[in-house]
């Protein structure tokens, strides 16, 4: 059974900083690209930034200089860094692993097996 668990959520002031891992058993996502996506409360779920391999990432634009995407095929994880974390990045922040990365039009194109069961990021003063 593949699982992907994340953790590291919780609730920050606007400013602070959150790092979110991403932990998964069962299949080996190293050469397949991993994701995080968030939902906030009435809207759709997002892509935040996605990872093919160290070199390889890419942002939202509202999160471009403020959240970094890393990954550690040793432990099958990827992480998410969030620094400057303002009101509107408040959401339930999901990974998602073995995706398919289109290097030219730099998308990605999430497997909708293997989604993490979320963790929530509230951000509040």
């Known amino acids: 059974q593949v699982q992907l668990v994340e953790s590291g959520g919780g609730l920050v002031q606007p400013g602070g900083s959150l790092r979110l891992s991403c932990v998964a058993s069962?299949?080996?996502?190293?050469?397949?690209?991993m994701a995080w996506y968030r939902q906030a409360p009435g809207k759709q779920r997002e892509l935040v930034a996605f990872?093919?391999?160290?070199?390889?990432?890419n942002y939202a634009d509202s999160v471009k200089g403020r959240f970094t995407i890393s990954r550690d095929n040793a432990k099958n994880a990827v992480y998410l860094e969030m620094n400057s974390l303002k009101l509107e990045d408040t959401a339930v922040y999901y990974c998602?692993?073995?995706?398919?990365?289109?290097?030219?039009?730099?998308?990605?194109?999430?497997?909708?097996?293997?989604w993490g069961q979320g963790t929530q990021v509230t951000v509040s003063s």
């Open positions: 998602n692993g073995g995706g398919v990365v289109t290097m030219g039009s730099g998308r990605y194109y999430p497997n909708d097996d293997y």
């Open positions: 069962g299949r080996v996502f190293a050469g397949h690209g």
């Open positions: 990872i093919f391999d160290s070199a390889v990432t």
